[in-house]
């Protein structure tokens, strides 16, 4: 079975400052991992994924992700974070032989404040 | 670019109702999904879609079935409405098989079953 962990309900940082928003993942064989966002009475916009390839993935609006195999994480990053980048994060994975089933966490909520 | 439409963005309804949530997509996808998302529980899938007439029970079946008729439409059934079914809806979408597509989602609906 498939899972992912997002220990941090919520991650509080200022305006300017970097962002991490931390993701691990269990699954078995090589992982396609996910990052969506969410902001107010919206559906989920995707963000960037890792399929293969470069552990660093780069994404919309200024989010990069790093895949780190033997620690099994996926942690969301931004070098400067913006008061608009406040919404709730999700990751998903994945895993060989699921079809095209996503597992997600349960979110993070970041707070950009000025 | 993908859009998936919902057809409402807020439902209320009564107990022991029969209800019908729609979903429409116009890129063609042969995969369609239909999660439930509830604060501190993130998105669970509750039925998906991968051709027409095609459906697989995902992790939360119960009290729901699913029917997909036209390859762009995925109905979401609650045969007979209850209160724990108050949730938000979210329907998605995706390209073909294999796992590197990532999935387009709708705005998803607010029901509320009093």
């Known amino acids: 079975a498939q899972s992912v962990a997002q220990p941090e309900d919520q991650v509080n940082v200022a305006e300017g400052n970097p962002l991490t928003v931390k993701c691990t993942y269990s699954?078995?064989?090589?992982?396609?991992l996910f990052w969506y966002v969410q902001y107010p009475n919206r559906g989920l916009q995707f963000l960037l994924k890792?399929?293969?390839?470069?552990?660093l993935v780069k994404g919309s609006y200024g989010f990069e992700a790093e895949f780190n195999k033997s620690q099994t994480s996926f942690h969301l990053k931004k070098p400067s974070a913006l008061v608009s980048d406040s919404a709730l994060y999700f990751c998903?994975?994945?895993?060989?032989?699921?079809?095209?089933?996503?597992?997600f966490g349960t979110g993070t909520r970041l707070q950009v404040t000025l | 670019d993908v859009k998936v439409t919902q057809s409402s963005r807020y439902l209320v309804k009564r107990t022991g109702e029969k209800v019908f949530l729609e979903c429409v997509q116009d890129?063609?996808?042969?995969?369609m999904f239909w999660y439930r998302q509830d604060p501190g529980l993130g998105l669970r899938l509750i039925y998906f879609?991968?051709?027409?007439?095609?459906?697989e029970k995902g992790d939360i079946p119960e009290g729901y079935s699913v029917s997909r008729e036209k390859k762009e439409r995925f109905s979401l059934i609650l045969e007979s409405a209850s209160t724990n079914q108050t949730s938000m809806y979210l329907c998605?979408?995706?390209?073909?098989?294999?796992?590197?597509?990532?999935?387009?989602f709708g705005p998803g609906t607010r029901l509320t079953v009093l």
């Open positions: 890792y399929i293969t390839g470069d552990n």
């Open positions: 879609s991968y051709d027409v007439k095609m459906k």
């Open positions: 890129m063609d996808h042969e995969n």
């Open positions: 998903a994975v994945r895993g060989p032989g699921t079809a095209s089933k996503l597992t």
């Open positions: 699954v078995s064989g090589n992982p396609y």
């Open positions: 998605a979408s995706s390209p073909g098989s294999g796992g590197a597509h990532e999935q387009f």
